[in-house]
């Protein structure tokens, strides 16, 4: 119904930035919240930073917040993960979720989504 595709990912220095993008197709009328979340092998999956489409209100992870912005173009339906500062602990896999509806106290959840990209590898080398 929606596929997310997401790109941007690499391998930088400690304190370099990188831009993750995803762009949704399909039904994206149903990607009301998309989200970026990270995860490393052998912990649970981290929401990292969500946004609310209609009036772009954002939310973030404390990890993360002063160092990534998330943002979007509506017309083209694509979400963005700037993220600068970067540190060896931001190394994952980092993947696009979508939602039609969502609320602020749960935008973390892993269980909130219903639609997820393919993920897209972030390391960050000290």
């Known amino acids: 119904e929606v596929q997310l595709v997401e790109s941007g990912g690499g391998s930088v220095q400690a304190g370099s930035s990188l831009r993750l993008s995803c762009a949704a197709f399909?039904?994206?009328?149903?990607?009301?919240?998309m989200g970026w979340f990270r995860h490393v092998p052998g912990k649970d999956r981290e929401g990292v930073a969500m946004?609310?489409?209609?009036?772009?209100?954002?939310y973030y992870a404390d990890s993360v917040k002063g160092r990534f912005a998330i943002s979007q173009v509506s017309a083209n339906y694509t979400v963005y993960l700037q993220m600068n500062n970067l540190k060896p602990e931001d190394s994952a896999s980092y993947y696009c979720a979508a939602v039609q509806f969502c609320h602020a106290g749960s935008w973390s959840s892993t269980s909130l989504y219903s639609y997820w990209g393919q993920g897209t590898q972030v390391t960050v080398s000290s």
């Open positions: 946004i609310y489409r209609p009036d772009q209100t954002t």
């Open positions: 399909g039904y994206t009328y149903k990607s009301v919240c």
